[in-house]
Nanobody
Framework: QVQLVESGGGLVQAGGSLRLSCAAS????????MGWYRQAPGKQRELVAQIASGGSTNYADSVKGRFTISTDNAEKMVFLQMDRLKPEDTAVYYC????????????????WGQGTQVTVSS
């Protein structure tokens, strides 16, 4: 019912920047939250940053002060500006959204994008 498509990953040197984008499409009544998670090889998927419909944000301690999450609500997009990247930021980054597809939906359903690779070289 809802598709999330990420873009913007790639290879960058330590200290560099990347900007990830994610566009939501499909049957959407409201988007409660949008966010970014990441999963490095051999590790569990972890929250990077999340933004609620009211604008409140939540960041992992490891990215505070370096990453910024933002949205374009009209376009149903979420962005992750990643500055001062470190090799330990290397992971597959996944877009996530909590979506109510209908006015009658009792609660939001969780959706995931396909992931985009971010590689930071030292």
């Amino acid at each position: 019912q809802v598709q999330l498509v990420e873009s913007g990953g790639g290879l960058v040197q330590a200290g560099g920047s990347l900007r990830l984008s994610c566009a939501a499409s499909g049957i959407i009544y409201t988007i409660n939250t949008m966010g970014w998670y990441r999963q490095a090889p051999g590790k569990q998927r972890e929250l990077v940053a999340q933004i609620a419909s009211g604008g409140s944000t939540n960041y992992a301690d490891s990215v505070k002060g370096r990453f910024t999450i933002s949205t374009d609500n009209a376009e149903k997009m979420v962005f992750l500006q990643m500055d001062r990247l470190k090799p330990e930021d290397t992971a597959v980054y996944y877009c996530n959204a909590g979506v109510r597809s209908f006015i009658t939906s009792a609660s939001a359903k969780n959706y995931w994008g396909q992931g985009t690779q971010v590689t930071v070289s030292s």
